[in-house]
């Protein structure tokens, strides 16, 4: 770990935070009663377990799976508070937590990532602001990084999505700026371009050798953005990932790092054949598509918020059946138990995806 960083987590305040290693997170669902949308703490509580007991690194809350756009300030604490308090409960007091802190105001992100701060969030996961994003010039965007990075509390990861900030995709150069920010500690990379990934963890190693000349691990923490490129990811020197697609099977996108450290490529290449086909179906449906197929396969879910359309009987049948591979291969192992890539047959008594 990084002094930079090492430094940025010991400065942050009265509480001590866990920090943001290499691995696989997950940006978690959220969950409503049906019926009154109320937030369904239990559930969020449970669902947060499961995926540590699955053994992912770290859990992200308030990304778009986690529906952040539809949800107040104080439910925002609130599910982070319920989050940690589950994890802690069952044995997880190390595990960290990322939150998503995005407005389209400096003053507002940056309020949301001290709440987060004190609700006990290690980290904040940011958007680039874009509502007035046509008056943006390149150095507005890195001042408005600075800007949120210098008043907060916690370190900030950049969210590089284009597609919910109107298109504004933040450049390979851009990213190698920002990352010499002390409390910028890393990129989510949901713009799916590995090649931008690839040239950010060559400038961090360039920097990180310094007149030595040897390379070193790279203090700026490149993560792929959905699970259907971790292997590219790591491949091109990334750190891990922050992928959705983890709800449903977060074991198969473990496995994926794991075989992976173990020098086991071509395994490694079939579980991501499995795992990209699984992902495909979820960036297609979205949060709908993966909060039925939740249903569907392991007995709980529920619905987005409103306007988010409920489907119907018809779509939700054909969403069971296209995760149903990656289901069907999720449930094949335990977390403890060594995979056999190619075999079909399931191990007894060893269903991970079951109503919670």
Same mark, same amino acid.
């Given at each position: 770990?990084t ?5 940025? $987590? ?11 290693v ?25 669902h ?22 539809h949800?107040?300030n ?5 599910? $982070? ?17 990322m ?22 969030a290690?980290c ?13 010039? =390149? ?12 008043a907060?509390?916690? =370190? ?11 298109? #504004?995709?933040?450049d ?5 700026? #920002? ?59 990334g ?36 795992l ?6 979820? $960036? ?26 409920? =489907? ?5 049948k ?16 335990s ?22």
């Amino acid at each position: 770990m990084t002094s930079k960083y090492m430094e940025s $987590i010991s400065d942050s305040g009265d509480r001590q935070l866990h920090p943001i290693v290499p691995g696989i997170y997950v940006p978690t669902l959220c969950f409503f009663n049906p019926e009154t949308e109320d937030l369904d703490l239990l559930t969020i509580g449970k669902h947060a377990v499961r995926l540590a007991q699955a053994g992912v690194t770290g859990l992200t809350i308030h990304g778009s799976n986690g529906e952040a756009v539809h949800l107040s300030n104080d439910e925002r604490s609130e599910i $982070i508070r319920t989050t940690r308090k589950a994890l802690n409960d069952a044995g997880f007091q190390s595990m960290p937590l990322m939150a998503g802190c995005s407005a389209n105001s400096t003053r507002e992100t940056i309020k949301q990532c001290q709440d987060a701060y004190k609700a006990g969030a290690d980290c904040a996961l940011v958007l680039t602001a874009s509502y007035y994003r046509t008056l943006f010039t =390149p150095d507005s965007v890195i001042q408005y990084f600075h800007d949120v990075a210098d008043a907060s509390p916690i =370190p900030i990861i950049i969210y590089n999505y284009p597609p919910v900030v109107g298109g #504004l995709d933040l450049d390979s150069d851009t990213l190698i700026t #920002l990352s010499k920010h002390p409390n910028i500690i890393g990129c989510k990379f949901t713009c799916g371009n590995t090649g931008k990934l690839n040239r950010v963890v060559a400038a961090q190693r360039r920097d990180a050798s310094g007149s030595s000349g040897k390379p070193t691990a790279p203090g700026f923490l490149c993560f792929g953005g959905s699970g259907d490129f971790t292997l590219q990811t790591l491949i091109g020197g990334g750190v891990g990932i922050i992928g959705g697609i983890g709800n449903l099977a977060p074991k198969t996108c473990v496995q994926v790092e794991q075989l992976f450290r173990q020098g086991k490529l071509v395994e490694a290449q079939k579980v991501q054949e499995i795992l990209a086909r699984g992902d495909w179906a979820a $960036i297609q449906g979205g949060v709908v598509g993966i909060k039925s197929a939740m249903m569907s396969h392991c007995g709980y879910g529920g619905y987005g918020r409103k306007p988010l359309p409920r =489907p119907t009987e018809e779509e939700q049948k054909v969403y069971a059946q296209q995760f149903r591979e990656l289901v069907e291969f999720e449930n094949s192992f335990s977390h403890q138990a060594k995979i056999l890539v190619g075999v079909n047959s399931k191990l007894p008594g060893m269903k991970t995806c079951e109503a919670i």
